[in-house]
């Protein structure tokens, strides 16, 4: 399983970005499948997360400005995040749940996943 994350950079804040994450290695399309953000000297924490059945989930954080979709026909996710702030500055990785063939109930657990991303890098200035 491979997993390929872009879309990153440097913004301003109250800015947008969208993050986007290809999937391979796999036929299955119905994982669970999540964005989870690290910054340095801190734990890996779930941002947004989307079931086999397309439910999602999210950081108390982030409701509300970052949305959570995916496109089953090319085995990517996507992470649209708006009205960016200095705290979101962050690595964000890629993970998919491959554990069940119809994932339901995607955990905003990193412990979750076993397959990342290598992650791409959002900074965001005030």
């Known amino acids: 399983v491979q997993l390929v994350e872009s879309g990153g950079g440097s913004i301003q804040a109250g800015g947008s970005l969208r993050l986007s994450c290809v999937a391979s290695?796999?036929?299955?399309?119905?994982?669970?499948m999540g964005w989870f953000r690290q910054v340095t000297g801190k734990e890996r924490e779930g941002v947004a997360t989307?079931?086999?059945?397309?439910?999602?989930r999210y950081a108390e954080d982030v409701k509300g400005r970052f949305t959570i979709s995916r496109d089953i026909a090319s085995n990517s996710v996507y992470l649209q995040m708006n009205s960016l702030k200095p705290e979101d500055t962050a690595m964000y990785y890629c993970?998919?749940?491959?554990?069940?063939?119809?994932?339901?109930?995607?955990?905003?657990?990193?412990?979750?996943?076993?397959?990342w991303g290598q992650g791409t890098q959002v900074t965001v200035s005030s």
């Open positions: 989307m079931d086999g059945a397309g439910t999602t």
């Open positions: 290695g796999y036929t299955h399309s119905r994982y669970c």
């Open positions: 993970a998919v749940k491959t554990t069940a063939l119809f994932c339901l109930a995607a955990s905003l657990d990193q412990h979750d996943y076993p397959y």
